[in-house]
């Protein structure tokens, strides 16, 4: 019985130890992945710093700075010229960036007459904010700088546009079919969590087997099933049209995601468009003329 006993006890400590090493490699994943100081963050800010050095962000020198509060009571800010129109561009920008970024972007609205706003996203730039998922939390966030810009204006009509994970958050938010937003552009975003993120780790075989305990860590601690995130679901039950941009050698999101999001609307609301030599979300820089070119396509389509 004492045998017993020991060995119970033992079997009882091997079990709180091996649950332990699990709890604390799922944190150590989830830190370098969703956090503002994890390593993913800090490299893709990185690189966004680099990009930053050929960009003249002077023209948000004239931009006016707002504030709304999310529902974790988190400071978001966002920044915003009214050049007296009742059209409206949402400039929605990547992982480990800011709005500052978005200045690329801006002319093709701004030389049409639209109002501009570019928001930093949670966790980025100005916002507060130290987990970053690119999931529920940034849709709730862009449905509410779209709530405050109705209240300033209710009759705006409101062009959502994405670019990488600022993509998906746009993707991700045109399910909901809020008022006033007539059109959406998402460049170079993924379609499922899941499968953006099983096929990161599969492209670092040593890192492959613990994906699956991440997936686990997140849905039990953190109560967040990464498979939920997905910008089909939403895209799905989009009623408005919507341009999907994809570069053609994009390296970190595959091709194919922007067809599978293109193919989920019916073929009259839905357009891609495929940067020829194109790598992630470089179509703007690389190929401007083009670019802006079947931007202005799209919007003037649908007389925007």
């Not at 150590?28 to 503002?36: D, N, Q, R, V």
């Not at 920044?79 to 929605?92: E, Q, R, T």
């Not at 930093?120 to 529920?136: A, K, P, W």
């Not at 570069?247 to 073929?267: F, R, T």
Request: charged share 25%.
């Amino acid at each position: 019985m004492k045998i017993f006993l020991i060995i119970l006890l033992i079997l009882m400590i091997l079990m709180l130890v091996l649950f332990s090493l699990y709890l604390l490699c799922g944190q150590l994943i989830f830190h370098a992945l969703f956090t503002k100081k994890g390593r993913a963050y800090k490299k893709s800010y990185n690189k966004y710093k680099e990009r930053l050095k050929y960009i003249d962000t002077s023209i948000f020198n004239d931009y006016k700075k707002l504030e709304i509060e999310s529902w974790d009571k988190l400071k978001l800010y966002g920044f915003y010229k009214d050049n007296n129109s009742d059209k409206l561009a949402i400039l929605v920008h990547g992982f480990g960036s800011s709005h500052l970024e978005m200045a690329n972007y801006i002319p093709l609205f701004e030389k049409h007459g639209y109002d501009v706003l570019a928001p930093d996203n949670r966790g980025h730039g100005e916002s507060q904010g130290y987990s970053i998922l690119i999931g529920e939390d940034e849709k709730e966030d862009l449905l509410l700088w779209i709530t405050k810009m109705i209240e300033l204006k209710p009759n705006i009509k409101i062009v959502l546009y994405g670019v990488s994970a600022g993509g998906t958050i746009v993707a991700l938010t045109v399910g909901e079919n809020y008022k006033n937003v007539v059109l959406a552009i998402e460049d170079s975003g993924f379609d499922n969590a899941d499968k953006m993120l099983r096929y990161l780790f599969s492209k670092k075989y040593m890192l492959k087997p613990f994906y699956k305990l991440l997936l686990n860590y997140m849905k039990k601690t953190k109560l967040i099933d990464l498979r939920k995130i997905d910008a089909i679901a939403s895209i799905k039950k989009c009623k408005i049209p919507m341009l999907f941009i994809h570069g053609e050698k994009d390296s970190l999101v595959p091709i194919e995601m922007a067809y599978n999001m293109h193919s989920q609307l019916p073929e009259q609301r839905s357009t891609l468009f495929i940067v020829s030599e194109c790598e992630h979300a470089s179509g703007i820089t690389e190929k401007t003329k083009i670019y802006e070119n079947e931007v202005r396509k799209f919007l003037s389509k649908y007389y925007m």
